[in-house]
Every structure is written in C-alpha cells, then in structure tokens.
C-alpha cells in the first residue's frame, strides 16, 4: 500500500471529523432543489423513511443520493471506481466537498482517476483474505472489467488481461485511515461483490449506506447484507440500496410489489436469460 497516500487520508480525515457532517445551504435552499423535492418523495422521503418506489432508473441515482445525505461534507468508499466521472457513483459527492477513496486496479483509470478527482486513489483490487497479497487477472472490457472469468454483463466482451495486486477491503479501510461509520461504500465490481465482501466487517466499519450492483441472478447478496443488519430499500439501476435494518424503513404496496416481483418473480427468468448470453 503506499503509505504517503495513507498518510494524506488520515490528515484529511482529521479535519472532515473536526468540522463535522454539514447540509449544503445553497443546494437545500435553492429554487431547482426545491422544485425537486417533490417528485423525490414520490420515490422516497428519506426523513420519514418511507418507500415509495421501489425500481428507479439510473438517471435519478444521484439526486437521490444527495437527497438521503443532505450534507456536503462526508466520506465515501468507491470501490470498482473505474472513470473519474462515467457512471460514477461518487464524483457527484466529490463536487460538493466530500472526500474519500477511489478504490481501482486497472493501472490506466488510477491514471485518469489522480488527474481529474481529489479522492485518495488506492491501486488494488478488492477479493477474499484467501486471495490477498496475490496478483490476479483482471478482464479489462471497459466499465465491466473483472476479476471473475467473464464480465457479468450482458454483451460485454474482454479485449485484454492485466495482473493487479489483490487486498482485503478491510486491510484497505485501515491502512488508508478511513473512518468507522463512513457514509457511502459504492462497490461496483462487475461479479465479484461477494468475494470482495468476504473481506470485510460490516460490524466494524458500520457504512451509512450501501450501494452494490446486483443483476439479481441470485439472492446470495441480498441474503448477506440481511445477514449483516442491513435492509434493502430501493434500486437505481442495477445497483441496490441498503441501509442499517435499525433504520427501519417502511414501504407502499406498490413498492412492496416492485420488490417481489424483482427479486422472486422474475428470478427464473433473469437466471436462464444470463445464461444464455454465458453459453
């Protein structure tokens, strides 16, 4: 790990605990994001904690994000970050003053992600305690390059290998001196979510909100962050929503509808259509 990186995370993380989670007055007060605010509470009212809608498209993903914080200072851990702004699950947080780490093994977007963003950027791909201090094969195909044989994603095709250096997101997590209950861990990492999440403690690290792809060709994800006291709340995309079970969210019938006929009714279906494309 490189310990001069480290060293400047800890010392951002000191003054972003000195000066404490505030909400970004020009945003909240603004004509736009009030004008917002009601067609976000169709979907979700964070502060009520109530579910509305329960499948969101991607192109929503970020307001509501900014909606569940209402802050702009705090600390997020992007796993898979990939491009410094494409599809970027914390880029939008960055501009509002938040900091944290751009977790990223593909040596040419660590490049891409040290000139244009201000996260500490952490060369090393995430996997199990089995395969930490190892050198694995990443597929690079763009957005869905992966440690697994072949990219999750339909259609997408591998145009080269690399090897990268593996660790343990926890080895990571206190290496580089991030913060118990940091606020977003993003993990997008096309197919290898559980692998890297057997290398880390939700019970020490305590993540106010979870954001993990899931194509939901199986439950196995779901099952663990249960397992971790951690509740689904709602889908952007492909990526799922969970938030400490203490939080204890409700939901409308609509939205409990969108969650069955997801993650149990259309199950099958998915399953057979992902491999199909894999045969």
Same mark, same amino acid.
């Given at each position: 790990?490189? =310990? ?10 000191? *003054?972003? %605990? ?15 994001? %009030?004008?917002? +605010? ?14 509305? +809608?329960?499948?969101?498209?991607p192109?929503?993903? =970020? ?6 914080? =209402?802050?702009?200072?705090? !600390? ?22 938040w ?7 593909d040596?040419?977007?660590?490049e891409?992600?040290? +000139?244009?963003?201000?996260g ?10 089995? %395969? ?14 992966t ?29 580089q *001196?991030?913060?118990?209950? !940091? ?15 057997? *290398? ?27 397992? %971790? ?5 709602? @889908? ?11 939080n ?12 069955? @006929? ?8 998915r399953r ?8």
């Amino acid at each position: 790990m490189n =310990q001069s990186c480290g060293q400047a995370a800890r010392e951002r993380l000191k *003054g972003l %605990n000195a000066r404490g989670p505030t909400i970004d007055a020009s945003i909240n007060s603004s004509p736009q994001r %009030n004008a917002m +605010q009601p067609s976000l509470k169709n979907r979700a009212d964070f502060l009520a904690r109530q579910v509305n +809608q329960f499948s969101n498209e991607p192109a929503v993903e =970020q307001q509501l994000v900014q909606a569940y914080f =209402q802050s702009n200072k705090g !600390f997020y851990v992007d796993v898979g970050a990939n491009d410094p702004v494409l599809d970027s699950q914390s880029q939008h947080l960055e501009a509002l003053g938040w900091t944290g780490l751009l977790v990223e093994p593909d040596p040419d977007c660590c490049e891409k992600l040290r +000139q244009t963003r201000s996260g500490i950027v952490v060369e090393m791909a995430c996997s199990s305690p089995e %395969n930490a201090g190892k050198q694995l094969q990443l597929n690079r195909a763009g957005p869905h390059s992966t440690l697994e044989d072949r990219p999750i994603a339909l259609g997408a095709v591998v145009r080269s290998t690399i090897a990268v250096q593996c660790e343990t997101l926890d080895a990571i997590l206190q290496a580089q *001196g991030a913060p118990v209950g !940091f606020d977003l861990l993003s993990i997008d990492i096309e197919g290898h979510e559980l692998v890297a999440l057997s *290398g880390f403690s939700f019970s020490r690290w305590k993540p106010r909100l979870v954001l993990i792809e899931d194509h939901v060709t199986h439950l196995k994800k779901h099952a663990l962050l249960e397992t %971790n006291g951690y509740q689904l709340i709602l @889908r952007t995309g492909l990526n799922s929503w969970y938030v400490p079970i203490k939080n204890a969210y409700t939901f409308s019938l609509a939205a409990r509808f969108e969650f069955i @006929r997801k993650y149990y009714l259309g199950l099958h279906l998915r399953r057979f259509r992902y491999a199909n494309d894999a045969a």
